[in-house]
Structure formats: C-alpha cells, structure tokens
C-alpha cells in the first residue's frame, strides 16, 4: 500500500509486510501493546445510508440493527448451504459501517454487496485510500496513533473474539480461553506517513492471532467450510435473529447434527527447524485426516499451527508431513467432535504455555 511505502525496515512479500528485521522482537512488541502493525493484506469497505443497518442484518449472519455508534462486531456471509462465502469485521460510526475484510476477499464482497443493494438506501464503497494499521489496545500504540474519524467517531474496529458475543456459542471446552487476552484492534489511520514505530510486520500478527485459535478468511475458509467447524458461531454469528441465507444450516447443524471437520491447534515439534505451510497434510498413522491451514513461529511456545481435521480424527499425537519432514504435533482441540449445542459440558483447562526462553522440545 502506497500509504506504507516510507515505513523504515519493511520487508516485503509481494505487497504484504511481512517483519521489520525480527518477527519474533515484534511479537512481543505487538502483544505487549507497544508495536503497530501496517496491514497491508486487509482492505476496507464503506457502506453509507440510512438502511445500511438494517440492510447488513438482513442478509448476513449478525444482528446488527442496534449497533451503536463506535460498536464493533463481526459478519460472515453464507451461501444457502451454509458455507461461508465472505467474513469481515464490523464498525459503526452513526452514519457509514465499515468492513475490514481480506485483501482476497474484499473486491468479491464488494461486488457481492453492491448487487444486493436492491432498493435499501445504502451506497457501497471500496476505500482503497484507507491505511489500516493494527495494534493490542490498551498500549503504547494505541496513545501514538491517530484514526481517521470522518463522521466524529474515531474508526477503530476491537475484535469481538476476545470473548463469545451476544447470541453466539463457544464449542472450545476449555477453561481460560487463549482469545481472552487477545485484545487486538484495527484502526483507520489519519496519516500514515506520520506513524512512528517501533513496528510489526504480517508474521508477527499471525503468530498471535494462531495462539489465540482466531479463524481468518484467508487461511481457514475453504469452499467447504462451515462457522461450527472454526468455532466462529463465538463472535460472528447470532443463533438467534431472523431469517438470513444460509440459517437453516447453521440452525440444524448447531442443534441436531455435527459439523464434518474440526478446527484443532497444534503444538509442532521444532526439531527438525522446518514450519508447515498451508495445505501441508495431516497424519494419524498413514491415513491422512486433514490439513493445515495456518502455522507460525510464536515467541513464547515455538512453532504452532491450525488445522482442520475431519471430525472421525483421534484425538492425540498427529504428524504433519511438510517437505519431505515429518513433524510431530501435540493436539490440544479446539472443536469437539460432538460439536453442536454443547451448553453445560464442563470446561477443560487449557494447556499452559511454556516459559519463555524455554527449549520447545523440552517438553516432548
């Protein structure tokens, strides 16, 4: 993005930044609130006019009819099969919403809005000239940077993952939730050549979002996937607003049925200095279960991953296959097998991360 092109240190991989020297410095620095991350893989949808609520509703899986001016949320569109098509997040100044969605994404979305539109009183754009800049909130980063506030209220999206929205359904049977600490945000910068560092790039972000279990578009979607199967029904789905595309799926298969694949995170050994890519499949034995769908070098617990498995995989020690290596990963899971409506099943405790500094094959 031109917005970034002064930034010093930048390393890029086509037109994402990826580090500034040292993913690893950066993670910390962005986790502890002090690093801001340009994000240049992300692109930013405005939709104006007086049924822009009302309409969004309508047509997507979130109730957003009483979003409030600086309210943030999340949507995901489907298909009438139920297959998530499209996911952004979402924030509402009082007179425009504003989608933060994937660079892969946004233009299709855009179209896709713009063909809905109908009669509602409601006008879509794609701002191309938005700088998008993320950061933990409470920090250091968030005190040096200014958002662009073009209806008065500062445009800064906080992601909702951090804790199971209003009529959304968590599937993690797990006690301390990584995401509870994940307070990351994204805001609309007013100038971006103005914005001091220190910085993070792309791979420090990932690394981060893997640790908190966080589906993307980008990474987890494929043209199967279903909310249950990622646990996106927590902060992107309301189970209980009215009619849209794709509801009786979303409705039969939380209430009665299980989804085909889970959504599992792996702790990969690091012996053999080799990190899956997505695709990379996954092993129990000699039968292939799944694959991966996101991996990352984090600061604190070494090499991680996604993963999403068919729901008949065991539940243990997996290998993923990545280059001709065979890598052993310890399980820890995400989305039951019986995922559905699984209200009082009693909460495991999470598996605690390891010291830092500490050897990750110590523990193995």
Known sequence: MVAFDALPGAVRDGGVITHFGNPLIEQRSLATGLALAPLTDRTLIEVAGEDRLSWLDSITSQSLVRLQPGDSTELLVLDPQGRVEHAAGVFDDGASTWLIADDGDADTLATWLQRMVFRARVVVTVREDAALVGFFAGGE????????????????????????????????????????????????????????????????????????????????????????????????????????????????????????????????????????????????????????????????????????????????????????????????????????ATAGVPRLTRLSRRPVGEDPRAAR
């Open 141 to 340: 980063a968030e005190a040096r940077l200014t958002a662009s506030a073009p209806n008065g209220v500062p445009v800064i999206w906080r992601d909702p993952w951090h804790e199971v929205q209003p009529g959304g359904h968590q599937y993690a049977l797990v006690e301390g939730h990584p995401a509870a600490g994940y307070a990351w945000s994204v805001a609309v910068a007013a100038e971006a050549a103005d914005l001091t560092g220190p910085f993070a790039g792309a791979l420090a972000a990932e690394a981060l979002r893997i640790a908190a279990w966080r589906p993307r578009w980008s990474h987890e979607v494929d043209e199967r996937s279903i909310p249950h199967e990622s646990d996106w029904i927590r902060s992107a789905v309301h189970l209980n607003k009215g009619c849209y595309r794709g509801q009786e799926t979303v409705a039969k298969v939380h209430n009665l049925g299980h989804p085909p694949r889970r959504l599992t995170a792996l702790h990969l050994d690091g012996s053999d200095v080799v990190l899956p890519v997505a695709g990379d499949p996954v092993l129990a034995g000699t039968d292939e279960v799944g694959h991966i769908t996101s991996a990352a070098l984090h600061y604190e617990d070494g090499p991680i991953a996604l993963a999403l498995l068919s729901r008949r995989a065991p539940i243990g020690e997996l290998v993923v296959h990545s280059d001709g290596v065979d890598i052993a990963a310890a399980q820890q899971v995400i989305v039951p097998a019986d995922a559905g």
